[in-house]
């Protein structure tokens, strides 16, 4: 049996009142249909965006993904360079198309617009690489004088490959915790060492169907015809979600080639986004802002253990209403349960912290805040160096 540490899950119950934060191509409600029953459903991908969001800003790091990299070079070629306008867009133009990536002219209507080539897949990396890109511009800035427009995806940047695709391989502490796929560059891409589940709640909800008017101010004042001056709807829904993650801290340590101190800062940082993050579609119009109603953080030397299963039964109101705490005393019920028939010999650590005021066993030891559950976690999981997977 291995006694390091592999993964470190994270388990939240967050109730959200009346909101829309993850709409699908109608701007209709995701949802999804779990133990024969309708649940709301927020996608790991918009979950995720808006942990990335709040993780670039803990670790003071931030990242890029885009097809526009040459437009981005050539903004900063502008406005802090002092570049011509057209030299630059000539420069950012020749940097998207000097790599292995395929690329196309970007089109407003049926017109070519001069000089915005568009990377075929989108790049992903440190926003410091924009820096890097304007760099090696200005070190080729006579050659791009020198050099034609590119018009057509046939032509040839003056600058040189090997040295944009070195840039387009940089990474940072935000892409090698959530990874990175450009297949189209040798040796870019990068394992992610986090995994996002889909939220969902974990109780039966419905959609509501919110009708509205807005008022014109004019029309309001003069009072010389009736009506509103816009109507509209829009599906809302609320409801106690169960989210789950987890850090598999060997791809990290992968990733980083770096010591406990980098891991940790990683990981501290991972742990806090996910617990704090929310997604923000509709926030002016809804302002769900809650916090978790429940966090749960175990470290396993095994495997990640999800309990998304606890709620396969959806869970039902309390007597007096609510779903937050019958849905503490599922998660609580199915851990104790999944870890007796698991055995308990893997978990290195487990906690917990909670708007509840009982005690829930089978979560582990309780803490008062989200950082000491946090701090207590990462002690046990990185009192030894992590080995790198080979």
């Known amino acids: 049996m291995t006694t390091a540490a592999r ?59 885009t097809r526009r990299i040459g437009e981005r070079v050539s903004r900063l070629l502008v406005e802090e360079r002092g570049w011509e306008q057209g030299l630059a867009e000539r420069a950012g133009a020749h940097v998207a198309a000097a790599s292995s990536i395929k690329f196309e002219l970007g089109k407003e209507g049926k017109e070519t617009v001069d000089n915005r080539v568009l990377t075929n897949a989108m790049v992903y990396v440190p926003e410091s690489a924009v820096a890097e890109l304007a760099d090696l511009a200005q070190e080729h800035r006579a050659a791009l004088e020198a050099a034609k427009d590119i018009k057509k995806p046939a032509d040839k940047s003056v600058l040189p490959k090997d040295r944009v695709e070195a840039v387009l391989r940089s990474r940072n502490g935000v892409i090698n915790l959530f990874g990175r796929m450009l297949a189209e560059v040798d040796d870019a891409g990068v394992d992610g060492a986090v995994q996002v589940a889909h939220a969902l709640t974990t109780h039966q909800t419905d959609v509501e169907l919110d009708y509205f008017s807005a008022v014109d101010d004019v029309t309001a004042l003069w009072k010389d015809v009736s009506g509103s001056g816009h109507m509209g709807h829009a599906e809302l829904s609320a409801g106690t979600f169960y989210r789950y993650a987890t850090l598999d801290l060997r791809d990290l340590a992968c990733n980083t080639q ?120 990462l002690d046990a999981a990185l009192a030894s160096p992590q080995e790198p997977s080979a």
């Open 7 to 65: 993964f470190i899950d994270v388990h939240v119950l967050q109730s959200v009142p009346l909101a829309n934060l993850n709409r699908d191509d109608t701007n209709s409600v995701k949802t999804v249909q779990y133990g024969n029953t309708m649940r709301t459903r927020v996608s790991s991908q918009s979950w995720k965006r808006a942990l990335r969001g709040a993780f670039e800003e803990y670790i003071g790091e931030a990242a890029l993904r």
């Open 258 to 377: 770096g010591s406990n101190v980098t891991l940790r800062e990683l990981s501290h940082g991972f742990l806090s986004a996910f617990i704090l993050s929310l997604p923000q579609a509709k926030k002016n119009s809804t302002a769900a802002h809650t916090i978790p109603d429940l966090v749960h953080v175990s470290v396993r030397t095994d495997r990640p253990l999800s309990y998304a299963a606890a709620f396969e039964s959806p869970v039902t109101a309390a007597r007096e209403g609510g779903y937050a705490g019958p849905s503490r005393d599922t998660l609580a019920d199915y851990a104790r349960a999944a870890n007796t028939m698991l055995g308990t010999g893997n978990i290195l650590t487990s906690g917990w912290t909670s708007l509840e005021t009982k005690e829930l066993t089978g979560l582990g030891t309780r803490h008062d805040a989200f950082d000491d559950l946090i701090t207590t976690a």
